[in-house]
């Protein structure tokens, strides 16, 4: 079971690389107005990060300690499990095909990518909007799916907050943001949906 969810770990992991790549070329886009609006919102409030780095850093070690400093049955467990974890997170380290993994990887992200940019071009009002725009829309979806169950209710915010950047006007922003949304969670529930179907089937050996 810790091998399995690892290797789920793994997966996200590559997202989140993913994401990164996506968020350093948008930057390369337009480096100096993003760039800008992230150090105008930390200098306005530099104690909230402190303290939630203060946070992170103290949970940390308050759980190192408790797993490793403390010796009972119960972080016994704990390290079994760990081990069972990191062993599955290291499995894209072992498998045969990591270049078609890492091909695989990319053409994901790219296509989904992709499919934004169609969105954007679909819609009147959302055509002419700069790359970086796109790129920075894209970039908050995608924060937005992740720290939510789905992206439901919060992902549409997060694109209009993104397009309001570029002047594009809150009611389009919103309205394309519920588009995208329902498109997606469309195509998840049908092609999901039909993946069951087949993996209920056995291959058959000749």
Do not use: H
């Amino acid at each position: 079971m810790e091998k399995a969810f690892g290797t789920i770990v793994t997966e996200r992991l590559v997202d989140l690389l993913m994401l990164v790549l996506v968020i350093f070329i948008a930057l390369s886009f337009q480096t100096d107005y993003i760039l800008g609006l992230f150090s105008e919102s930390i200098l306005a409030q530099p104690y909230k990060i402190v303290t939630a780095v203060f946070i992170f850093l103290f949970l940390i070690a308050v759980l190192y300690f408790l797993t490793f400093k403390i010796k009972s049955r119960f972080n016994s467990w704990i390290k079994s499990k760990l081990k069972g974890l990191i062993d599955g997170a290291l499995s894209i380290l072992k498998m045969k095909n990591k270049g078609l993994y890492t091909l695989y990887s990319f053409l994901i992200w790219f296509l989904y990518l992709a499919m934004f940019y169609a969105g954007t071009q679909a819609i009147e009002e959302t055509s002419n909007l700069p790359v970086a725009a796109i790129f920075t829309a894209f970039i908050a979806g995608t924060f937005s799916i992740a720290t939510t169950n789905g992206g439901i209710g919060s992902y549409p915010l997060g694109i209009q907050q993104a397009l309001l950047l570029y002047s594009c006007p809150a009611i389009t922003g919103l309205s394309f943001g519920w588009i995208m949304w329902s498109t997606q969670t469309l195509l998840v529930l049908v092609l999901g949906g039909i993946s069951f179907l087949f993996l209920g089937k056995k291959p058959q050996v000749n």
